[in-house]
């Protein structure tokens, strides 16, 4: 099992940025892809980033590309996304989710979630 805990959300304005944390317990950090996926009101869940084991290798929805970048620090146990220029439509609740494999979670699946932190952006 690997339980998954986000952090980091909250109300930012249009333009602005945010860090978001997703610490992971239980088996090795490391031994997962990770992603970041987000579900605004009355939309479905969608991707928006995954990493691969390394970090080497990152994979973005094009909402996200040139505006977010997702890092992990493997021996803190820890993924982060960095949003920035955010603007309204990137409200959401966040989530991370690990997977063994990046295509998975390139493709929507993960194995573990976590309960995700709330994104605000006002305009």
């Known amino acids: 099992q690997v339980q998954l805990v986000e952090s980091g959300g909250g109300l930012v304005q249009a333009g602005g940025s945010v860090r978001l944390s997703c610490t992971a317990s239980g088996r090795r950090f490391s031994d997962y892809a990770m992603g970041w996926f987000r579900q605004a009101p009355g939309k479905e869940r969608e991707f928006v980033a995954a990493?691969?084991?390394?970090?080497?290798?990152?994979y973005y929805a094009d909402s996200a590309k040139g505006r977010f970048t997702a890092s992990r620090d493997n021996a803190k146990n820890t993924l982060y996304l960095q949003m920035n220029s955010l603007k309204p439509e990137d409200t959401a609740i966040y989530y991370c989710?690990?997977?063994?494999?990046?295509?998975?979670?390139?493709?929507?699946?993960?194995?573990?979630w976590g309960q995700g932190t709330q994104v605000t952006v006002s305009s």
């Open positions: 989710a690990a997977h063994v494999q990046i295509i998975e979670i390139a493709t929507g699946r993960g194995d573990y």
């Open positions: 990493i691969n084991w390394s970090g080497k290798t990152t």
